[in-house]
């Protein structure tokens, strides 16, 4: 609500001031135009665009093929010569010979059972080692490989033999025990098997290897496995042409699937785009289904067709967060080099949301996208955040932008001073400008000529430019004539020191429409008006731009200065016909035209072009100064009473668009003269409108009940502004509110109305003491927490109520802590009852020293007696007497004898009786 009242009475002065200017109805020509050139320092805008990184993470699609085990590949096939029985006799080879019978006719388990009761019987045979090959055989088949790999150790162990050891190697290799697996194959006579799965083993041990093998002069039954196993070794190792060379052929549907699927990748791979993406097609339309593969598969087409990737992710998002992740990484990227900076921002969002991953790359693309979107407040917020997170230089050169480019100056100089010292060259030299730029337009002085001083080692000429800025700022012209290297600002710092003939000699010869811009203004300061005006018609000729549109204004402005206001009023019309554009020259011609025809008496003219004028910019300073202009005009100049002023306005204009706010003005006037029925009246006309200002009415008119001890009226008002939208009369209405329920003894409701408004400091602080005095310490030690953290300077008084919760609750040992620290306080009352708090803590500790020091320090830091002051003299006076020390006993409550408080006097009284009279 205050920002509300300073800015209706900036209004009302500012209006005043532009009518003073004016001076209707004469209007005397401003002698500063022609005796100076009013340069303005050319703000540097931030940076339009942010540079995008690109984002990248590492994919590796080989870990997501992983090498496929043996498991559809059948055991070398051990063969032995079938023991011979005659009627069942010897019973051992009747058995096994039956068992034998069984397997070569695939009837497995009738096999397994009698070699099962063979291997048990007979332990001692000649051919265990074969019974025990023939169940591992048996249960490979049946894929218990635990099971299989048990009987052919065994097996291999009796009778080491190629074909089950190799099957035993196999089976470990199956069940991960590459090592052994190794181990097991490196004892067998080496051929193309035994190579072959040597080779098999050391690539699942992680080892790089190439083999050379030939697949066709393998064992049959892992003929097939094999060439899949070259593809895919070829194709882990980045042989992508020899990876294509191998083609599996056999039935097992998973090798298939990841040999189609290698394929795709070796043609991506290979820039064989087309084909790749013909071989993933495929390998959907073949084996589409919910595995892993089929997310590569979707993956190989995001990657191989970039207009379609955002398909593919969209695709994996309830598939494969990771894979999705990264196709939309390849989206974003392809946005961003597009300068698609909304469907950049969109999709970084749609990541952030999507897996927990590249966070901190992320956001700060986001920073950046929202950035170049033109949505400055959000991205200082990120860009803030990963400053503090990161300590990245780039993140606070970003933040600095950021909040430069919202004109939060202050913020940009706490970015952009963390790197001003970069050992980047490009960044400090960055920083340093901006920096200039802050303290520049913020009117600090002294940082402004000290960063000029760093940016002096990294460009000498652009530091003494800004050097001659802060000079020509400050009209030491001197100085910014011998600063400035640009020969134009140069020129124009000679001429306003007054050095006219300098100002001559730099721009002689000179085409440029600057300098002819300045020849103009030198000419009307030595009154060759003529001239001037035929050098700002030819600038205003020239183009269209910026320099034109200045030139073309003073052009015509000459004429009106001259009191030609017939002529000034053709210029200034043909003045916006060429610049048509709205903007502050476009408003201030129509204003002069009208000023012309008010000062040549069509007054009638004058005030509908002021009127249009209003309607038209509503709000703007310029609609104002007409609307005030227009005011004096009806008062024909006749000196006024501002209320006087505002009241017949009000009178003639009810329906002027700012007739409202021009009303609150005019209450809070007869607030400051004591007449509060008229501005009650006002505020309860204005209370009935459901708009910013009726709003603000209801407040004042709140305001006046409490005033007036109202205070029920008061609170019912203000119940209804409770929940304001707007941020101000949010604040005051709680603010108001809970102080009334605090001085009608109802702390509770005043808390929580308060808690309503404690992103405050000063409410904060305020709960704080409030909730001591209720007993609610804990919330009131989160408050206080807060406070001593963000203000360090004020730790020694919010140390004094955190001693004091501490205390309160018989937490002795860190009360004293604190209770010390608020002992240094400036605040003598808060400094006394520190001390007499430590000294009860002493006390209670039976440490009587350190609790006489304590309540001596609390009585002499405190020259006025007060509770806490007599409190410690009598508690002081307590141990001196069990010390024996009578007579300072005495002398130590003597005073309290004039003591207000008859209750303290009666019990120093009292306490005398026994104790000498003080001397002193």
């Known amino acids: 609500m205050k920002k509300l009242i300073f800015s209706l009475i900036a209004l009302f002065i500012s209006i005043q001031a532009k009518a003073n200017v004016i001076k209707l ?4 020509f401003p002698i500063e135009i022609v005796s100076q050139v009013l340069e303005e320092k050319p703000i540097l805008p931030a940076p339009k665009n942010l540079d995008f990184k690109p984002l990248y993470d590492n994919l590796d ?38 068992s034998i019978d069984y397997f070569e006719r695939k009837d497995f388990l009738f096999a397994q059972e009698n070699l099962k009761k063979f291997v048990e019987k007979y332990k001692d045979n000649e051919n265990l080692f074969y019974a025990y090959y023939l169940l591992g055989y048996i249960d490979f088949e049946f894929k218990k490989y635990e099971e299989a790999k048990n009987y052919l150790e065994k097996s291999c162990s009796l009778n080491p033999l190629k074909e089950n050891c190799l099957s035993y190697a196999i089976t470990l290799i199956n069940l991960n025990e590459f090592e052994k697996a190794y181990q097991v194959l490196q004892n067998l006579q080496e051929d193309q098997d035994v190579a072959f799965y040597k080779a098999v083993a050391k690539a699942f041990l992680k080892e790089k290897t190439t083999p050379n093998v030939d697949c066709d002069n393998i064992d049959v039954e892992s003929a097939d496995y094999c060439r899949y196993f070259l593809k895919h070794v070829s194709f882990l190792n980045g042989q992508f042409k020899e990876s294509l060379n191998y083609r599996y052929n056999g039935q097992d549907k998973n090798l298939k699937k990841v040999s189609l699927l290698i394929d795709g990748f070796n043609y991506y791979f290979l820039k064989s785009y087309d084909k790749a993406e013909n071989t993933f097609k495929t390998f959907l339309q073949n084996y589409l289904s919910s595995d892993n593969l089929t997310n590569l598969a979707y993956l190989g087409l995001g990657l191989t067709n970039p207009d379609k990737t ?30 698609d900076w909304l469907n950049t921002f969109a999709y970084i969002q749609k990541v952030l949301n999507l897996i927990d991953r590249n966070k901190e790359n992320l956001r700060f693309d986001l920073a950046v996208s929202l950035y170049n979107l033109g949505n400055y407040e959000y991205a200082l917020n990120i860009f803030q955040d990963l400053a503090k997170e990161k300590k990245d230089e780039q993140s606070y050169l970003y933040c600095g932008f950021s909040a430069y480019s919202q004109k939060l100056y202050q913020k940009a100089q706490e970015c952009l001073s963390n790197i001003k010292e970069s050992k980047d060259q490009d960044i400090r030299k960055t920083a340093l400008i901006y920096l200039a730029e802050v303290y520049y337009i913020l009117n600090d002085n002294e940082n402004y000529v000290n960063t000029v001083s760093l940016l002096k080692d990294i460009d000498e000429n652009l530091a003494y430019d800004y050097l001659g800025w802060y000079f020509f700022k400050n009209q ?44 103009a203004y030198i000419d009307i300061k030595e009154n060759n008006i003529q001239s001037a005006k035929e050098k700002l018609k030819k600038i205003a000729n020239q183009s269209n731009d910026e320099l034109s549109k200045k030139a073309y204004y003073l052009y015509a402005y000459l ?6 206001f017939q002529e000034a009023i053709k210029k200034f019309d043909e003045f916006r016909k060429k610049f048509p554009e709205d903007d502050i020259y476009n408003q201030k011609a129509f204003l002069r035209i009208a000023d012309s025809y008010y000062n040549l008496g069509e007054h009638d003219v004058a005030r509908s072009m002021y ?23 009806e008062t024909k100049g006749e000196s006024s009473e501002k209320d006087k002023v505002i009241e017949n306005f009000i009178a003639k204009y009810p329906n002027y668009p700012m007739v409202d706010t021009l009303k609150l003005q005019l209450a809070s006037i007869y607030e400051e003269k004591g007449e509060l029925e008229k501005a009650e009246k006002i505020y309860k006309e204005l209370s009935q409108k459901n708009t910013q200002e009726g709003n603000y009415a209801k407040y004042k008119l709140a305001e006046i009940y409490y005033k007036s001890n109202q205070t029920d009226k008061a609170k019912n008002i203000l119940s209804q502004l409770i929940d304001s939208p707007d941020k101000d009369i949010y604040f005051q209405t709680n603010l108001l509110l809970a102080k009334i329920y605090e001085e009608e003894g109802d702390k509770d409701k005043a808390i929580e109305i308060y808690q309503r408004i404690s992103d405050n400091d000063d409410i904060k602080f305020k709960l704080s003491n409030l909730l001591i005095d209720v007993g609610r310490y804990d919330e009131a030690l989160t408050y206080l927490n807060q406070l001593i953290e963000k203000y360090p300077d004020k730790a020694p008084e919010i140390s004094f109520y955190i001693g004091k919760i501490k205390y309160k609750q018989n937490n002795f040992d860190e009360a004293i802590s604190y209770l010390e620290a608020a002992t240094k306080s400036q ?29 001596l320090n609390a009585i002499y830091v405190n020259p006025q007696l007060n509770n806490i002051t007599a409190n410690a003299r009598l508690k002081a006076s307590d141990i001196l007497i069990k010390a024996e020390k009578r007579k300072e006993a005495s002398c130590i409550i003597t005073p309290l004898l004039d003591y207000n408080d008859e209750n303290i006097k009666n019990i120093v009284k009292e306490k005398m009786k026994n104790l000498p009279k003080c001397l002193r």
């Open 25 to 28: 109805p004469e209007v005397v």
């Open 61 to 98: 699609v080989k870990d997501y093929l992983p090498l496929q085990k043996p498991y559809s590949v059948h055991l070398p096939f051990l063969k032995i010569k079938k023991p011979t029985a005659y009627l069942g006799i010897p019973k051992s080879n009747a058995l096994l010979s039956d």
């Open 310 to 339: 955002k398909e593919y992710a969209e695709i994996l998002e309830t598939r494969d967060n990771f894979l999705s992740y990264y196709l939309y990484l390849l989206v974003i990227n392809k946005y961003a080099s597009e300068k």
């Open 476 to 519: 030491d012209y001197e100085n910014a004539y011998k600063a400035f290297r640009d020969p134009y600002m140069k020129a124009v710092s000679a001429f306003n020191a007054g050095n006219t003939e300098k100002a001559k000699e730099l721009i002689k010869n000179k085409n440029n429409r600057k300098f002819l811009f300045l020849s």
């Open 559 to 564: 004429y009106f200065s001259e009191g030609n």
């Open 611 to 633: 009127k249009e004028f209003i309607e038209k910019y509503k709000g703007k300073k310029e609609s104002i100064d007409a609307a005030y202009s227009l005011v004096l005009l």
């Open 827 to 855: 605040n003598y009352n808060i400094a006394s009852e520190s001390y007499f708090l430590l000294g009860e803590i002493y006390n209670s500790k039976k440490d009587l020293n350190k609790a006489l020091n304590a309540y």
